[in-house]
Each structure stands twice: as C-alpha cells, then as structure tokens.
C-alpha cells in the first residue's frame, strides 16, 4: 500500500513539473514593435528594396536573432534603432541562408564610441580608431562593436561601407574555425582556388592606388574579404560594374541577387 501511495506522488510531482516547464511564459521574449517597421524602411535601404515577402521573413529573421543574441549597452541606453541595426547587420549578410543563425555568437556589446586597442572609449583615449571587432580567448563568442560606427554604416549609403556588416562577415569567416578570408563555409574546394588567385590580384590593385576598393581590404586576405562584402551589400550594381567577377564570387556565396 505504501509503494501505491509513493509511487501516486511521485507521478503527481513529475505532472506537476512537466505542466509547470510547459507554461512558463517566456518573460525575455522580443517581438517585432509596429513602429519597428518605420524604422526599418526608413534606415535600412536593403530592406526597403525587398519585395513583400522578403520583408516578411526579414523581419522574422530579426526577431529570432534577437531572441538568440544578448544585446548590451555601454554608458548610455539601448534604443530601438540601436537593436535593429545590430540584427540587420547580422542578418543581411546571411539573408539567402534560410534561418541561419551564428553559431559563434552569443553577446554583442555596444560601446558609444570609437574605441582603441584596449577597448578604451573615454574622450581622453587615445588612438580611438577602432570601430568593430570580433572577440576571442575571454571574448569568444562575442563581438564589440562602436555605436557611432555602427550608425555611419546606415546612414552613409554611398561610401561602400558597413562596419556592422563587416564584423558579421568575420563571423561567417569563422564558421570554419579561422578569420583568414578563405570562405571554406560558403564555397567549394574548386572556387576557393578561384577566390585566391581573384583575392591577389585584387589586394594588389589596393595596394598600388589602383582601385576604389577601401584600402583596408589591403592589410590581408581577412580584411579584404570582408571590405569586399561590405562594398557588395552597399553598392551591389557598382561593385558589379567595377568588379564583375568579384560580384559574382560573393554572389555565389551568399546566394543573393
């Protein structure tokens, strides 16, 4: 009688708990705001230019990410714009990946300035010149990224510029394990010895003052990758103009027209 009795409570707490796990509202739950729309037509030019069912699932695909992603502030307060940029940035390098979501990225930290090499951003720092960069050894996993710059990248439509975008590009770049610009992730063995050879001649240019490519994309393959996303997502039909077969080695990888 005893062994009924024990096992009818033991059944009961596990019901008890099982209802209770699936109840719990999710109190942390971010969903797209109707003024967010606003916002995102009149900031995000990617996003204006898309169809009505891509604005959908673009807006799908922000909400997910920031219900993935932590956002935080430093010395000052997170306003909604400040949130959409982020996941745009995020979102529009990986827009033709059905619900990808970075596996490398778990906080975004925002800082209201430029910063430096020791992450200083007071106005008495020196050499402040940085506007972005994704964190490794005790910042694994995260990525730190200046406000400022992070405005300038959407405000700025025709300086084929994205700090935001750039720094989500090194993610991706990472996907493989190493920031190297070798984009092992999104193309084939066979196109990535194209990607190299097109790379060389390319930084090459940079390098001699030949090219309207940002000279940054000069320092090495890394930064050349992702200056060259960059200039893909903000000025597509230049860079295509300019540079077709570059346009068309970033098209392949991120299946976007």
Sequence with gaps: MLYIVVTIIILFLVYLSLTKKQTKPNTHKITIQEHWYTLLEENILFYKQLNTEDRLHFKKRIESFLNHVEIVAVDFELEDLDLLLV????????????????????????YPDYFNEN??????????????????????????LSRRALHHGFT???DKGNTGIHEFVHLLDKLDGNI????KALLDNENLVVWLDL?????EA????DSDIRNYGGTSKEEFFA????????RPM????KHPKLYQMLNDCFTVD
């Design 87 to 110: 996941a745009s940035s995020a979102i529009i390098p990986v827009f033709g990946f059905n619900n990808f979501m970075y596996p490398n990225l778990k906080t975004v930290i925002i």
């Design 180 to 183: 190297d610009g070798i984009p």
């Design 156 to 158: 700025n439509k025709t």
């Design 227 to 234: 200056v060259a996303c960059e200039y893909f997502f903000e």
């Design 238 to 241: 230049l860079l295509k103009r």
């Design 199 to 203: 790379v060389h001649d390319k930084m």
């Design 206 to 209: 940079i390098n001699d003052d």
């Design 119 to 144: 992450l200083e951003f007071a106005a008495k720092s020196k050499n402040k010149i940085i506007g972005g960069l994704v964190g490794n050894g005790r910042f694994e996993n995260k990525m730190i």
